[in-house]
């Protein structure tokens, strides 16, 4: 039976492509070429699904769970919140991007210092250089990560990632290559590259229309569009016919972006950064994106991004490697059957 085709796992579970959880499709998979039995717990939607081995059995959460064995919670916790993330990284000598955090609402105010409650984000902003990259602490799939143009823009996003989250970090924009290096065990198991959202013009529809027909699972306001030599589009301007945009934010998948150059095992410069990344968290698994900031793009100045302990492999399915799926899955049942 193929991949994603709907069937009977050994012991009678049943595995269907169209469960609304990735994670449930990749755990079906696993188990069906590891002979486990697969289960969903809770019909079509498969956030909750139990992997059952003869008398051993585990239970996996995923949506807003995370459903990697391979990951204790103490170090999952830690990489989830991208402020304590940096702090760690940085205490433990890897390079990252540096950030300031504040908290974008009063609530529980009596229970931290002062000094990054949301009038100083405000006054902090006031005076930044621009444009800054915001994003919230622990957010996911680039929701609210954007690129703040000048102090309105900041008090306008600050209102907007208040009402779903209680703190950001704010940092400066940059431009880099960016890559992912997916982390197993101790070891770079895959790398991509990553690229951010683009829309392509048909000299009849304005960048704003061109940006809501972008494929992504995110919302938020359009990115500042880019063609290749820097111009800035307004959102009502017609972009030419065939001329590639750039939309500025997150490279996630979700958001829009793409993926290219898939291959086993990660350049040095990067499985080094990735491994230590992971090894100042304590990660077992973890998708870390690193910025090569170097000028010729030669991965001589390295930068972490952020950590992902609870990362999508979506981009696999998209390029094929079921197999690399199947590992990933099969290492993390081991994890969690012992």
Not at 27 to 34: E, L, P, S, V
Not at 134 to 156: R, T
Request: glycine share 10%; net charge negative; with cysteine.
């Amino acid at each position: 039976m193929e991949p994603g085709v709907p069937g009977s796992s050994p012991g009678g579970g049943t595995i269907d492509a169209n469960f609304r959880s990735a994670h449930a499709r990749y755990a079906a998979h696993g188990a069906r070429a590891a002979g486990y039995v697969f289960r969903s717990l809770d019909g079509q939607d498969g956030y909750l699904f139990e992997i059952r081995d003869g008398a051993r059995s585990a239970v996996f959460a995923a949506g807003a769970g995370v459903p990697y064995a391979l990951n204790d919670a103490r170090a999952a916790s830690l990489a989830r919140d991208k402020a304590f993330c940096a702090a760690a990284l940085a205490e433990a000598g890897v390079a990252a991007l540096a950030g300031r955090m504040f908290f974008v609402t009063k609530r529980w105010a009596e229970m931290r210092g002062p000094g990054r409650e949301p009038e100083d984000a405000l006054a902090y902003a006031e005076g930044a250089a621009y444009p800054l990259f915001c994003k919230p602490i622990s957010g996911s799939n680039g929701l609210y990560a954007e690129v703040i143009a000048d102090a309105p823009a900041f008090a306008d996003y600050m209102a907007r990632v208040a009402r779903e989250h209680f703190a950001i970090l704010i940092q400066p924009f940059v431009q880099g290559d960016e890559y992912r290096v997916f982390v197993l065990q101790g070891r770079a198991l895959f790398t991509y590259r990553k690229h951010l959202p683009r829309i392509v013009g048909d000299g009849r529809s304005s960048v704003a229309a061109l940006a809501a027909a972008l494929e992504r699972d995110n919302g938020g306001p359009m990115a500042r569009a880019r063609d290749h030599a820097g111009r800035i589009y307004a959102a009502d301007e017609v972009a030419p016919a065939n001329a590639v945009l750039t939309l500025e934010g997150p490279a996630n998948r979700a958001a829009g972006g793409g993926a290219s150059d898939l291959q086993n095992g990660a350049p040095p410069a990067l499985a080094h950064v990735a491994l230590g990344a992971c090894a100042a968290l304590g990660l077992g698994l973890a998708g870390v994106d690193i910025f090569d900031l170097s000028p010729t793009r030669d991965l001589s100045v390295l930068s972490v991004i952020e950590v992902n302990s609870n990362p999508m492999i979506a981009t696999l399915e998209d390029h094929g490697r079921w197999d690399l799926i199947e590992l990933i899955w099969r290492a993390n049942f081991e994890a969690a059957l012992k």
